[in-house]
């Protein structure tokens, strides 16, 4: 809990105060791209009832994200900051991993250095041009590394931390298809 008070709590303030202008707009997502059929199929599932259907009859982009999309979308309403905002939190969630693992081996100081390190890299990188940009890449990350996070806790034999682990591993698969061998 310190180490999210301490990172995790500021962080994402910053996502919310950085992406502040999109509270209350409406994106247009350009015609035929990776986005606008994100946002199309997830309006199907959730307003139209397409829940298992999915959209579309046929998977023509990562089958898992457009349920997400959708179900921000029903949170948040037609404002994309609900994609921000949880795309941010996926890239929390790979920050207090390197700070679990760090200070597992090293101390609780230098875990914290490991997470500040992770977020810096990724505010100052590539990674932040990226946040909001409904993209299934970050969504399975974030749940390839909450699958970690219960791996590491049915390690003292719980069964249900376990079968968490391998549902979020499936979760990051179905999110993003590529990532089968990370999962």
Known sequence: ???????????????VVAFADNIGHFRLYAWGNDYWMYQRFGYRIVMQGYWLEGGTRNFYFQPFYRWVSGLLHLVFGDSSIGEFFWEGACYLIVALLAFSLTKASTGFRWGVLAAV???TVLAIGL?????????????????????????????RGSLAWAVAAGLLASLAFYTRLNNLPMA
């Open 1 to 15: 809990f310190g180490v999210f008070a301490l990172v995790g709590i500021p962080w994402l303030v910053l996502i």
């Open 117 to 119: 390190t992770t977020l």
């Open 127 to 155: 990674p932040w041009g990226l946040i909001g940009g409904s993209l299934s890449e970050i969504t399975s990350t974030g749940f390839i590394y909450l699958g970690a996070f219960m791996a590491l806790r049915s390690r």
